[in-house]
C-alpha cells in the first residue's frame, strides 16, 4: 500500500489557503498521486513487470474523514472513489455515506483539475514553484537494474 493522508493537505493550510480552496487542496493532491499512479501501471515497464506475474501496489486513501464542520461529511469519499485504491474511512463517515452519500465519477486517469487547482495553492502562487515532472521523465534509465525487465529462472 502507498498511503495518502488526504484531509491533513487541508487542514496544513486551512488559515493560509483562499476560501475558494478549502477542502479542495487534499482532493487535488490526491488526484495528482492517482495521476502518477495511473501513469506508471501504463508504462512499458510496469507492463513487462505485468507479463511476468507481477502485482501492482494499491493506492490508500487515508484521513478521509471531514474535519472542516462546515464542509460536507463524505467530501473525500464521494471525491476519491478509484479503482485501484483503498479507502480507510472513520466509522463516522462510512455511516454518513451509508445514510445520504452518493459515490458520482470515478477519478480521472489524467489527474482531472489537479494541477489547475494546486497552482492556485498558497505555497505554489507565492513561491512559483512548479509540479514536479510527470512520472515518465523520472522513470530510470533502461540500464540501471530497477529499469530492466524481469524474467523467470528457468
Known amino acids: 500500500m502507498a498511503s495518502v493522508f488526504v484531509s491533513r493537505w487541508d487542514s496544513a493550510v486551512a488559515s493560509k489557503a483562499p476560501a475558494e480552496l478549502n477542502g479542495r487542496l487534499g482532493i487535488a493532491m490526491a488526484k495528482r498521486t492517482y495521476k502518477a499512479y495511473r501513469d506508471l501501471l501504463a508504462s512499458d515497464r510496469w507492463l513487462r ?3 511476468v506475474g507481477a ?3 494499491r493506492l490508500l486513501w487515508a484521513s478521509t474523514g471531514t474535519k472542516d464542520p462546515k464542509a460536507s461529511d463524505v467530501l473525500y469519499v464521494k471525491s476519491l472513489a ?5 479507502n480507510t474511512m472513520p466509522e463516522k463517515t462510512l455511516l454518513a455515506l451509508a445514510d445520504h452519500g452518493e459515490i458520482g465519477a470515478m477519478l480521472p486517469h489524467d489527474g482531472g483539475d489537479a494541477e489547475e487547482i494546486l497552482a492556485a495553492s ?3 502562487a507565492s513561491t512559483g514553484t512548479r509540479s514536479p515532472p510527470s512520472s515518465s521523465a523520472t522513470a530510470p534509465p533502461p540500464s540501471s537494474p530497477r529499469g530492466r525487465s524481469c524474467s523467470r529462472a528457468s
Open 122 to 124: 498558497p505555497r505554489q
Open 49 to 51: 513487470l505485468l507479463n
Open 82 to 86: 478509484a479503482p485501484h485504491s483503498v
Open 55 to 57: 502485482r501492482s501496489q
